[in-house]
């Protein structure tokens, strides 16, 4: 089978500013990157893109999977909808996910080992999706924020997507079970706040529940991340060990130095909050929420000036933040709060690669890494907002595979 020759691009490669180049891919791998001449074979397929843009493929590095307008059902976290109907919800955003450009996606939280399962059934064949980090269970005490979606009284056994775990001991269990269900990273609830009742005051876990929770996961070869929204709690987390602190509510200067030493993620999220006070302005619930969004709008210019290693991703499949619009929080980075738009590429594509533990391997163009790619109409690093038309991905490639392929109909302008 021969080559896939994509002359005169403008190349994103992930890390650097635009440039021209040529790039050769051979089976699922990148074979060169240069700006000078190729030489094609007799079985070569080559394409002329004309300046338009090749980027690595991006990553979701908050996804949750089975969420469908989740939270205006009234029913129970995880048990709005019987779990084979919910793995088809799931395999519907994973798909969605990579149609929009997302070539990877990490576990936030998911019901009944559902992204473990569909890791293996697109590892099978049986389903076409992105490269999945599966999650975990929101795991945290009774009575946590997700807990509460119950009452007591109702007495359900049947285990939706909370898994309780009150005391160290019970805790180790746990992450146990999470890793036996497939999870490579584990959500803990540590605090309230970020859009789900209470403040980021509010802790859920105690100390030692998260020191048991991180040091089990590394005992187990996987990851945690926390659900964190004061200061406190985000640098306690950072010195514990998890890996992706989300939301960081409460991040300030000594968050930054201590992030930068520890070499943790943060995923601000910023987008749900942001249109939760679009969609319901001046009610208490989405007021509580606009002095922790300027606080981080403010903040987060400066965290990245720093290089602390940002991702993307947020709570996409919550009622009025829908599948399919992540690229909405992007533009929100960079045309509201000013991060560059490079920038914010870098982190939904080389940081979020290597917070899959990818980084050698995808995430950015270069010789010798997978194929994992897209073409893009325009140029996201000068407008940021090509990336919410799914017409402008002309082409998406997986491993070299081609997912989308519009590289026939291109016309040199």
Not at 120 to 139: N, T, W, Y
Not at 362 to 373: F, M, N, R, S, V
């Amino acid at each position: 089978m021969g080559r896939l020759i994509l002359l005169d691009a403008n190349l994103l490669d992930g890390d650097k500013p635009a440039r021209k180049a040529n790039i050769v891919i051979a089976g699922n791998r990148i074979e060169t990157v240069t700006d000078g001449p190729i030489g094609s074979q007799a079985d070569d397929r080559v394409v002329m893109l004309a300046g338009r843009t090749v980027m690595p493929g991006m990553v979701q590095a908050h996804f949750h999977a089975a969420y469908w307008n989740t939270g205006s059902s009234g029913r129970p976290l995880g048990l709005e909808v019987h779990p084979s109907h919910a793995a088809l919800r799931a395999a519907s955003n994973f798909r969605t996910a990579l149609d929009c450009g997302f070539t990877g996606t990490i576990g936030a939280g998911s019901p009944h080992a559902i992204d473990a399962s569909m890791k293996l059934a697109i590892a099978e064949g049986a389903l076409v999706g992105p490269r999945i980090m599966a999650g975990s269970r929101d795991v945290s005490s009774t009575g946590h924020s997700g807990d509460v979606s119950y009452p007591a009284w109702m007495k359900i056994g049947a285990a939706g997507g909370v898994h309780i775990a009150d005391g160290p001991e019970a805790m180790r269990h746990a992450i146990r079970e999470e890793a036996k269900n497939g999870a490579e990273i584990v959500k803990l609830f540590v605090t309230r706040g970020h859009g789900t009742g209470g403040t980021g005051d509010d802790w859920d876990l105690a100390p030692e529940e998260v020191e048991m929770a991180v040091r089990t996961a590394k005992e187990r070869g996987i990851k945690t991340r926390a659900h964190v929204s004061n200061r406190d709690a985000v640098l306690f987390c950072i010195d514990t060990g998890v890996h992706i602190i989300d939301h960081g509510d409460g991040f300030d200067d000594r968050c930054i130095e201590r992030i930068l030493k520890a070499g943790a993620y943060l995923t601000p999220s910023l987008w749900f909050p942001k249109r939760m006070m679009q969609i319901a302005p001046g009610i208490p619930y989405t007021e509580a929420m606009k002095p922790d969004f300027d606080a981080m709008a403010s903040i987060l210019p400066k965290a990245n000036a720093a290089g602390v290693k940002l991702l993307t991703g947020d709570d996409f499949g919550a009622a009025g933040v829908d599948h399919g619009t992540y690229a909405e929080e992007l533009i929100l980075y960079a045309n509201e709060i000013g991060i560059p738009a490079l920038d914010v590429i870098r982190w939904a594509t080389k940081h979020g690669a290597e917070a899959m533990g990818l980084g050698a391997q995808t995430g950015t163009i270069e010789p010798g890494k997978l194929a994992d790619l897209l073409v893009v109409e325009g140029d996201p690093s000068a407008d940021i907002t090509v990336l919410r038309d799914r017409t402008k991905l002309r082409a998406i490639l997986l491993g070299g595979v081609a997912i989308k392929d519009e590289l026939a109909s291109l016309r040199a302008d």
